[in-house]
DNA sequence: CATGAATGAGTGTTCATTCAT
DNA sequence: TATGAATGAACACTCATTCAT
């Protein structure tokens, strides 16, 4: 008589390992073994709820921009326009450790999504939304008159992002330079560009 | 006598070949064998080359900014401050297969170079000579009159240069969203914006 | 449930299958292919159960000296002394078959020892244990009258122990000059000149 | 046209070259490459004048013993019986630093030998000589009155060199137990014996 | 003869995956 | 279902050997 188990519940104790590893050791060190530790369980596990060990990755994927999405729609609530614009962005770049975790996590992937479409796949929905809800609160904010409206919201947005984009990298890879203080300041500058600018 | 083989020649053969592979399958397939194999070889000659891999990936990264330094050295000759800035991050961004196979290792080494400290020490020594090419570039153009002078050169460098570095990632995972057309046009508003605010 | 198999179990099977192919090919041949080949696995098997080589090369090791120490220990119990001593010197030399594989693999290791700090820290902590038991002997062989007094117990027992090993190697590469027979008389009248002189 | 090379004396330094690594970093570390590299030539030379590998080691091993029995003709010289037979296990025992070494070279070997007829053939060879030399001294010191009598010549030359052999080994793996003044006072005192004991 | 480029089998080790229990 | 034993291909790297020049 088999134990009834939570399936969905199982994939996301695996994945939340998954995601702990790569945070912290880098997507090199996610190993099936060392995932299958770090959850609490045997080698032999995953095999029940995962293909195979690409798509744990893919899930580890995905559960990082959900928990990035659900602590955005927490911190976002009440706010609107502008205010939560600024809110949405300071959220997106490496501040303190946990968001450094996560644009390491995320830099990791992006090299392996140029050569894998389903890890590509996911990348994309990802940042269609993303640029969604940018481009909207930019709408918003011209609206409300917070902001100028001589330039066309997707192509600030695209151009917010990227620069979210790059100052995140950039963080990683050159902290001696570019340091957290700094980035907060560049990135809240470039928002205030958008009033006046 | 036996047959003399120009090492350095022999090595920049290999390096392609190392190239080609994380160009087309990423960098992790990029291993000792596949190397060999891509460049015609059998395992056993990278020895004669190479210490190991690292130096064969490294090698890799420092050949395709020498790549770019070069290219770069003769589109800017004759420029200067604003012109020769325009030029250069134009050049620094995927706008066609060539510029996109660079910045596609480039990121393939992003994540690489965050669990290798020698790949890491590459990567900072390149990024911090470029910051500061573009940010004389800026003072000069200041001096000149051809663009505001109310922001710190730095700032304004590591800006643009994460910008670019934005772009060009977008370009790559979202070519449908960020266009050839699209980046160009969006780094020149970026530029123009130095000037008139 | 998994078929559960005993790790001490299997982890004296791989050190027997390594001991084999030390004794009958040198310890050169004892790659862990070979040893996993030999003792009936697949390569990956060794894993589980050490954490490299070196590991399974000591372990021989130290199970051969156990082996050693297990059988003296019985054929020790009930003697004393001068008698005690007799016993000891002639199991620790290489008299039949199975003593004779025993010594194969200690001179085998010797030479590894010489630029392994592990193996030699093995050898050397057996080493000083057999040599503190043969000096007791001869200190309670003095003290009961069985032998002379007139010479430094621990010179003795180097004196013993390097002809031991010196008679050891010398019947394994000299076997016809060095018979069992001599091997023996000439082990016995070394300890009957304690007495006399 | 070929160059007229003096096939012998290329294999002598080849040889030499492999005896100094052997003695310097251990026998694991001569391999081809090494060796051709110390004797100042390049790989493929050693193809000229060896068939292979093992056949450069056992002229190394040939070499070492001519070395050795080359030193001692010359220590030996004028002397005779008990006196000459001092200085001879003197010299085979690890005093000083070049000793040391040929014994480690030596230790090596024996646990090659066991699992290389050319090598053992090569080390009992050699050894048969040796004892030869030892019996013939044993026979005229005794006829010169300087030993006793009452011990087959044969009989005590094996006790000698097993000695010689076990306290050498004992010196390199022990050197804290066996000081090398600790050495040569226990083979002094067993050929005192000779006289007396 | 001498060179050194090139080979390819072999080394220890790692790891995703399979599967009997 | 869960286990963990077992597999075997793959990894980076080493090295004796071959051979065109």
Partial sequence: ??????????????????????????????????????????????THYFAD??????????????????????????????????????DNVPLDGERAGETGLEVGFWGRSLTSPALLEVQRREAAELRYVVTSLLRSAAEAGEIRTDEDPEDVAERLLALVDGLSVHRL????????????????REIDRLRDG
Wanted: glycine share 4%; net charge positive; charged share 30%.
């Fill in 1 to 46: 008589m088999p134990k009834i188990v939570n399936h969905e519940e199982r994939r996301e104790e695996v994945v939340a390992a998954a995601r702990r590893i790569i945070l912290r050791d880098g997507i090199e060190a996610a190993t099936t073994r060392a995932i299958a530790k770090e959850a609490g369980y045997s080698n032999g596990v995953l």
């Fill in 173 to 188: 890879l050159y902290p001696a330079n570019v340091t957290a203080d700094r980035l907060e300041r560049l990135l809240l």
């Fill in 53 to 90: 060990k690409d798509e744990i990755l893919l899930s580890a994927l995905e559960a990082s921009h959900r928990r990035i999405a659900d602590r955005l729609r927490e911190k976002l609530s009440g706010l609107t326009g502008l205010a939560a614009l600024r809110e949405l962005l300071l």
